[in-house]
């Protein structure tokens, strides 16, 4: 069965930094993935996604992930970090071909001045 | 286009109590899915129907916990005897099959508490 494990449960970035969140994955094969992000009070929202392709995703905001089948990570990636950017960041996978998405345990965003 | 419609927003029990949830999805989405997502966790997944039938409930408590979506539109989630356990938040989703590569447009979600 497909799992996720995303390893930091809060991150704390500088406003204008470069931001990685990590995700590492578990799937014999190729996965579908996925980047969610849940601001308060509010349902998750994709960021962006990962079919079989490019390695190199790019996403909504200036987000973009980079997937590596070698090392089983679909890690999120900023180049520079807005306050709005504070939020709960889920990263997800989901077999090839199935319906069942796997959700980590999300990464909480602080963004400080 | 509207989004995924949930209500209430926000639901306060006594254990022993029940309570419903409903669901709007976007017009056209053939599946919809119920997630219980508790405080600090991801979601998980519920139940998921393609049309009005339920294609998995394996992670459904069979015991207390009932899901419908008798027309294949709206779907309503239904906790008999609420439990301290069951406060979470409970998020919807909807998609239409694309062949596997359907995304899942999620809903506010309602934000359930059991005193």
């Known amino acids: 069965a497909q799992s996720v494990t995303q390893p930091d449960a809060r991150v704390t970035v500088s406003e204008g930094a470069s931001l990685q969140l990590r995700c590492k994955y578990s799937?014999?094969?190729?996965?579908?993935l996925f980047w969610y992000v849940q601001y308060p009070r509010q349902g998750l929202q994709l960021l962006l996604k990962?079919?079989?392709?490019?390695?190199v995703v790019q996403g909504v905001n200036g987000f973009e992930a980079e997937f590596s089948k070698s090392n089983s990570s679909f890690h999120l990636r900023k180049a520079s970090v807005h306050w709005s950017d504070w939020a709960v960041y889920f990263c997800?996978?989901?077999?090839?071909?199935?319906?069942?998405?796997?959700f980590g345990s999300g990464t909480r965003l602080l963004v400080s001045p | 286009e509207a989004g995924v419609t949930q209500s209430p927003r926000y639901a306060v029990l006594q254990e022993g109590q029940a309570v419903s949830f409903w669901c709007d999805p976007i017009s056209g989405h053939d599946t919809l899915y119920w997630y219980q997502q508790p405080r600090d966790q991801g979601p998980q997944l519920l139940v998921y129907f393609r049309d009005e039938a339920v294609i998995d409930n394996s992670q459904l408590p069979s015991d207390r916990f009932s899901a419908v979506r008798p027309k294949g539109t709206n779907s309503t989630l239904k906790i008999q005897s609420a439990k301290q356990g069951d406060t979470a938040t409970y998020l919807c989703?909807?998609?239409?099959?694309?062949?596997?590569?359907?995304?899942?447009?999620f809903g506010p979600g309602t934000r359930l508490t059991v005193l």
């Open positions: 799937y014999f094969g190729t996965p579908y």
């Open positions: 997800a996978v989901r077999r090839t071909g199935g319906y069942k998405v796997v």
């Open positions: 990962y079919y079989p392709g490019d390695p």
């Open positions: 989703a909807s998609s239409r099959d694309w062949g596997g590569r359907d995304e899942q447009y």
